[in-house]
């Protein structure tokens, strides 16, 4: 026996190694992608008209400084050595900080929030109450409610900005690959073939997405293994052959003798520098695409081969002055390879360009989930990697917005231009998506990590102060076309913002018109009130309560299902909820009146079952429920009990349960399958309302129960208590109601302003809130209800 579990074990562990080698391996195709591909643009971009190198080689020198330094203390230091380490369970982003800062202070403008949410295995809320250094900012934090308006302004810019960086990134790195045609090409022709080539290319790259990162990974990774071979060796073959001696270069003291050289020229200049940094925010945001280990274990090989890259270039140029007017990344490789050398970068564009496109498809994944932006469709594309997605409105969105921005930003008198405007538009972009990164980071230091505020504060002004550097001087092309980034942040910031706000004033609306537990159970055949056959399926945002648009149906159509269950679907700020910990189960109102509440918990990166598997499931564990609520009221509170919390609202739903694999003593009256597997129980619900409550969670060793309904008539008890009859024929109702068939009863909603709103405010909600209602994908579409089964209530919100 324990040899066979060491076997098991070994395998298990070489199955782990297997998995990590191959993310290791698809990571570099997507991860390093954009900044294997920065030294294409960076040389020529930082000398393309704030200064100009003299004989003396310090231009080049001080250039290279700046390009070696910021290359170590960005990507490397700063990411991958902290903000990768901020991850919330395995998932990077903008949005994955902010809701691991929610969760360890109440910052949260999410609706819909419960204390039983903090039970969660995958929540890792810690408290340290003897930690008092974090104590001042936390509570500052969440005294302010302005700071909380401010910190989800601040990620919505922040994941705004990483969006633009997917449209101007695919541009700027193909752009910048295709030309170098212009070494073997006529000005003439070079003018005219360029763009197309572009554009083609960018067609054929957004093509590929729906393939999954895993297949494009898989693809694209020995592209950038010989693409970084080939900058390498490139870099070698320049540095032995034209200037050995460049490695001086790598002294911080040329940089400050740079920028006392060329002043403010130098300075503007830096802009183009920050370019060599391009693609480490993908880094991040792709973390759910991978993992960390793999991240990290890619990460030295191709920072050392661009800077044995931008060694090399600067050796060629320090020997070759006369082409301070055309310097390229082409010019420094020598004519025999030129061609094989462009097919390879041309190809390292594309590959470059898919690290923020999977990055972009993360990010609005999950601020979708979290309420912040409109539904749109989400393809997993992996079974064994959970994160790995493809969003089809998203890919062709950004595929129009870069073929715009290659043909918009074009110079037909000197196309060379073109690269540089784009270059404008990429710089600020980037800078902002850090800025937002490092000030969020420095919370996650402070109230998650409880490290003391002075590690913080010395973090936030190490790298802010690098950063903010390079964003002044990004600031100064305004005019040249940074101003695009800025509004199309501007116009994606409305639109989320726009949903957000109307996502919270409907929820707000929801909660203060719902109709009292006392109503529901008035209804009766006296108020000529039917029950009919089936399940009804009533969903709504709220936890508790009965929801307004039940009581309009009720109020229209006078009957209603013999089971009824008022659903839930709620997501949770975690990657993943545990399937055992998915579901919390309760009763409204006796249990005659076969009424139930369902809270379905999804993670932002969970993938929502289809109806058909979700109906099965939802009603597998209402019989759980009620057999454990049988049991408990047979017994009484057992060792797998926990403090039991009530709701405020009524006596008569009080108790709400996680039914996962929960395990009770006695024979069920229904057949299940059996496997013991290690689960979590926790006993206890708390709305938004009631937030004192107390939550606890036990692991214990649990038999998972699946339903099939094969109730035994010919019971070998001849005895049965009036409680075991109860549950039997509670059972029975549950399964002809099944077999009846389940209806889903959803909300068609309109938002209008109320009387006396502001213009701004009307503008918002009346036209931009429901234009864009009208044209994202609905709830029903989102939940994969089937046409024949949808009963869809209207509903006029007044906000």
Known sequence: MDLELGKSHDT???????????????????????????????YKSTFAEDIQHSETNEEIYGVLSFVFWTLTLVPLFKYVFVVLRADDNGEGGTFALYSLICRHAKVSLLPNRQVADEALSTYKLEHHPEKKNSSGVKLYLEKHKLLHTALLILVLLGTCMVIGDGVLTPAISVFSAVSGLELSMSKEHHQYAVIPITCLILVCLFALQHYG????????????????????????????????????????????KFLKKTRKGGWMSLGGILLCITGSEAMFADLGHFSYSAIQATNINPLLTLILAYMGQAAYLSQHHHTSYQIS????????????????????????????????????????????????????TSDKIHGQIYIPEINWVLMILCIAVTIGFRDTKHMGNASGKVDYLIRLAVMTVMLVTTCLTSLVIILCWHKPPIV???????????????????????????????????????????????????????LHNKVSLEWLLALGPSLGIARV???????????????????????????????????????????????????????????????????????YRDVHQDVDSFESELVSKLADFIYYDWHRSQHGPGAEDDIVSHSNESTSECRLAVIGTVAFPGTPAYEIEESSQPASVSIGFSTVESVTDVIEMEPVRAVERRVRFAIDDDSESDVRTDMELQLREELQDLLAAQEAG????????????????????????????????????????ALKVPPVSLLEVGMVYVV
């Open 12 to 42: 298990s562990k070489k199955d782990s190694w297997k998995t990590a080698l191959l993310l290791a391996y698809q990571s570099l195709g997507v991860v390093y992608g954009d900044l294997s591909t920065s030294p294409l643009y960076v």
């Open 213 to 256: 990162t895993h297949r494009v990974g898989f693809f694209f990774a020995p592209i950038v293994l010989t693409w970084l071979l080939c900058i390498s060796s490139l870099g070698l073959y320049n540095i032995i052959h034209w200037n050995p001696h460049v490695y001086q270069a790598l002294s911080p003291y040329y940089m400050f």
């Open 329 to 380: 990344f082409y010019v420094s490789v020598p004519e025999s390879v030129r061609w094989p050398v462009l097919i390879i970068a041309i190809l390292a564009s594309v590959v470059g360009s898919q690290a923020i496109i999977s990055g972009t498809f993360s990010i609005i994944n999950q601020s979708q989930s979290l309420g912040c932006f409109p539904r749109v469709k989400v393809v997993h």
């Open 456 to 510: 913080a504060l010395l973090f936030l002004l190490f790298f802010g102060s690098i950063e903010l550097l390079y964003f002044s001087a990004s600031l100064t092309k305004f005019t040249e076309g940074a101003w695009l980034p800025i509004l199309l942040a501007l116009f994606l910031m409305t639109i989320m913002f726009v949903w957000h706000y109307a996502t919270i004033k409907k929820y707000e609306f929801d």
């Open 533 to 603: 056959p089936g399940i009804g399926l009533v969903f709504t945002d709220l936890t508790s309560g009965i929801p307004a648009n039940f009581s309009r149906f009720v109020t229209n159509l006078p009957a209603f299902h013999r089971v009824l269950v008022f659903v839930c679907v709620k997501s949770v700020p975690v990657p993943f909820v545990p399937p055992a910990e998915r579901y919390l189960v309760g009763r409204v109102g006796p249990a005659a009146h076969r009424s139930y509440r369902c809270i379905v918990r999804y993670g």
């Open 742 to 781: 389940t209806a889903f009863i959803l909300g068609h909603s309109h938002v209008r302003t109320k009387q006396g709103s502001s213009v701004l405010k009307r503008l918002a909600i009346n036209f931009g809130y429901n234009f864009l209602r009208r044209n994202c994908r609905g709830a029903d579409v």
